[in-house]
């Protein structure tokens, strides 16, 4: 028997410091790592970034996305409902992909003992949400897609290689495009395009877009307020595999149980669109490109809050199919939040309240309008101005 | 001198010790001897066995509770308790039911108070210095002192997964399990889903079990230790909900507990889980070698 050397007191403890000592450095060195590489790819065009992106179809992928959201907003309430509005625009999202093709998915949004998941099977599309026990079937055309591109494809029967000098010269009286360097997202190596608004007044500084290397898929997006080193927004995959998912996972029969509604396409549309559309009614568009200014009566902020608000307004039984649960209640507590949040302003366009963002700008006046835009607050001063006279 | 007797620093070796050591053919064994001999101590504690008498009671309540609430079968209950829609139809979702709420305090509590005891109590009844004399070695009296945290902590958890399973068979149908991703799987694989759901909750015990190790090797009073581990698992969850410090979440020693329910999702969300094992196994070796320091390095004179 061997007689094993003892460490002296003071060496013992060299274990425990030794082991936390690795521990910080692997988790700094992975959270360098991942902001930092910069893979090698050989060079190319943004217009050939744009045909490769335009000409790919997506290949079979199981991966995950996460949005994030960081707009510099005042703290909300409702944000630890992951499925509530508030999450979106201050918090983190998580969907889980598994995309066989156009007609044969499923997304998932996992929470916390809960989720949520929307699933298509050929014709067939449902929406389960496990809080609710609740299924929604939908009875979607085959070939939506499809038709969709060649429709857009039967406007403009050119070659994508003009089609994206075309794009890029549209995009050229406002917009810098130019090939960012390479960006390892979600451990694939990736090209960077990036859009910069010509416009000093425009709030946004940059919006990226990774394109993947070998697949040619959109990786991640990201919108950078003007000066900003960090996004605002993004939205891209952590981690991405492209490896079919498996048949099991993409069939789906609603579970013994639960409560079963059928909506038709026609419904999925209104319901996804409910809110483009509410604004859209009494919304006016001023100006174009990074400067456009959503004109609208500011009761349609705020009374939609209120509406949303008053308890039961919204009933599962009766709300639209897709609302997610809880939403509602949310929306009205997160605009009565940010509306109190806004700073009084006012001008030789008038008077009113002004919500500032680091990505948007919000001005509610007090003649009754509101004016939203991804701008500096002049540009809806002015907005405010002509819509007065 | 073998390297299982050596004395450990700070207490005399007294003389029996080599010869003794020439007696014990198999360390494994006097190991194992010695583990059974502290499972026992702690398991017929009349104090532990009334934690785990107490922790099978909570599913019992929770079970008939929401039996007597009795939830719609249509849905439409709201989202006031996870899986509730689901247990009115399956009595197995009683089992989530149960350890996801247990995890919260009881579970952590009763692990508190067996990892709190564990060095704290025999130096603050005084009986530690006679446990040092036993030729054992500090490591390995510290190592069956982990193992009894460990066992302890499995069996609270499987006492709250089996009578919650039983209490649902009995209060609620029993079927195919609907998982969180809608996907209905036979009550077989349900089971064993079940079954891992469990194991995953000891782990994160286990690692907890660590931590309260390590804090009981530095007091003689059991109680103070037990105290604060409840108030490191509390904090821990305090700091975990406050969406403002998202970015230390993942670190936090109570973030991946309730990542159980990724095996509850088709298909089952390996990465979270990993995460979560990833995140007990450092949490467990950081604080058995900080432990391991203390304990091994420290004047015993209680």
Redesign the interface.
Known sequence: MTQVPRLSRRARWAVPAGALVITGGVIAGSLITVAQAAPGLPPRTAAQLLVDAAQATTPPLTGTVVETASLGLPSLPGTHNPTSVASLITGSHTVRVFYASPEHFRLQVPQQLSETDVIRDGSTGWLWESTRNAVTRFALPPHETHAKERSSQAGVPMTPQQAAQQVLAKAGKTTTVTVASNVSVAGEAAYQLSLTPKDRRSLVGQVTIAIDARNSVPLRVQVFARGASSPAFQVGYTDINFVAPSAWDLRFAPPPGAAVSQASPGGIQGSGKAVQNKAADGATVIGSGWLTVLEMPSSDLTGAALAAGAPGASPDKTGSPVAVNGGAGDTSEVVRALLGSAAPVHGRWGSGRLLRTSLVSVLITDSGKAYIGAVDPTVLYAAAGTAGK | ???AS?PA?GAPAGPGVVTEAGRIPSPVRAFGRLFGAELRLVLLRRRNLLLLAVTAVFPLIIGIALRLSAPR???????GV??F??L???GVFLT?IAL?TLLILVLPVVVAVVAGDSVAGEAGYGTLRYLLAVPAGRTRLLAVKYGVIVTFGLCATFIVSAVALAAGAALFPV??V?L?????VSLAAGLVRLLFVTLYVAVAMAALGAVGLAISTLTEHAIGAIAAIAIIVVTSEVVD?V??L?AVGP?LPTHWW?SF??LL???V?T??LLHGLLSFA?YA??FC??A??RF??ADVTS
């Open positions: 001198m073998s390297a050596t620093a079968p249509q849905g439409g209950n709201g989202a996870a899986f829609n689901q009115s139809g399956n989530f996801s079927g195919p609907t969180l991703s809608g996907t209905t909900s969406p403002q998202a670190y309730l329910d990724s999702r088709a298909p969300d990465s979270a450092v070796l950081l070698s900080f391991w320091a091994t390095s």
